[in-house]
T-cell receptor, first 111, second 114 residues
Framework: GENVEQHPSTLSVQEGDSAVIKCTYS??????FPWYKQELGKRPQLIID?????GEKKDQRIAVTLNKTAKHFSLHITETQPEDSAVYFC??????????FGSGTRLSIRP | DGGITQSPKYLFRKEGQNVTLSCEQN?????MYWYRQDPGQGLRLIYY???????QKGDIAEGYSVSREKKESFPLTVTSAQKNPTAFYLC?????????????FGPGTRLLVL
């Protein structure tokens, strides 16, 4: 069936290093690819998104890349800082426009 | 952070009781969603609605019910049939009825069973 696979489920990086999280989707009609950040006890909030007419989008230390042929998109965080510690989610859509979230990645930044 | 509100922040349910979680938005969004989040887990879709007076089951609808009588409101009832309701409940909305836009989340309601 239609699903979204997100990897890794947990990621620990040294402060200042880069982090990469990947989502693979199945609905070839998907044209919107967002990433959300959820801090402990709070609501998820959009941090960056990309549409299918571009391959990469950058906003300061974060970037999203899209490979429509391979049906995956990735979140890149450079020069990681302690405040980047959170859970990150991607989502895609089914053919019925039902939203399907990835299972989440818990990112920890080591001092 | 404004635009979509949920109440109450904490809710306690007794055995056999139905409880209703409120979700209101003033963003003029067509689509609204309810998710359940268990500790350390992801977001699971309970119900969603793309237009007033219409809604669809998500992946874990059993034991829950919803209504969408107004564009601004999408209340969720956790019925006594839901045997393990303790979780963090998030409401969300987005602009396009087809669901291909950014999701805006409310602050959430924590439901605990007494």
């Amino acid at each position: 069936g239609e699903n979204v696979e997100q990897h890794p489920s947990t990621l620990s990086v040294q402060e200042g290093d880069s982090a990469v999280i990947k989502c693979t989707y199945s609905d070839s009609a998907s044209n919107y690819f967002p990433w959300y950040k959820q801090e402990l006890g709070k609501r998820p909030q959009l941090i960056i998104d990309i549409r299918s007419n571009v391959g990469e989008k950058k906003d300061q230390r974060i970037a999203v890349t899209l490979n429509k042929t391979a049906k995956h998109f990735s979140l890149h965080i450079t020069e990681t800082q302690p405040e980047d510690s959170a859970v990150y989610f991607c989502h895609s859509y089914s053919s019925a426009s039902k939203i399907i979230f990835g299972s989440g990645t818990r990112l920890s930044i080591r001092p | 952070d404004g635009g979509i509100t949920q109440s109450p922040k904490y809710l306690f349910r007794k055995e056999g009781q139905n409880v209703t979680l409120s979700c209101e938005q003033n963003l003029n969004h067509d689509a609204m969603y309810w998710y359940r989040q268990d500790p350390g887990q992801g977001l699971r879709l309970i119900y969603y609605s793309q237009i007033v007076n219409d809604f669809q089951k998500g992946d874990i609808a059993e034991g829950y019910s919803v209504s969408r009588e107004k564009k601004e409101s999408f209340p969720l009832t956790v019925t006594s049939a839901q045997k393990n309701p303790t979780a963090f409940y998030l409401c969300a909305s987005n602009r396009a009825g087809r669901g291909r836009e950014t999701q805006y989340f409310g602050p959430g309601t924590r439901l605990l069973v007494l």
